[in-house]
């Protein structure tokens, strides 16, 4: 899934769960949240990459905490 968007104001920590939404055989599942901090309409740059995880077929838990200079 891609162009999800929420709000997240500079220095805070936002908790999150990702929860796979499959249906029949289960896969494998790799996770990865990317933040455009400088809004460029890219995750290329160093930092936008904040939380990845392989998490099998269950939901994963994390947070992490948005930069201050967002």
Do not use: K, R
């Not at 500079?10 to 455009?36: F, K, M, N, Q, V």
Request: cysteine-free.
């Amino acid at each position: 899934i891609t162009n999800q968007t929420i709000s997240l104001e500079a220095g805070s920590s936002a908790a999150l769960t990702l929860t796979p939404g499959y249906s029949g055989s289960a896969y494998s599942e790799y996770w990865s949240i990317y933040i455009d901090y400088n809004a460029d309409g890219d995750f290329e740059d160093a930092g936008e990459l904040v939380s990845s995880s392989l998490s099998g077929n269950a939901a994963v838990s994390g947070s992490f905490t948005v930069a201050g200079t967002a």
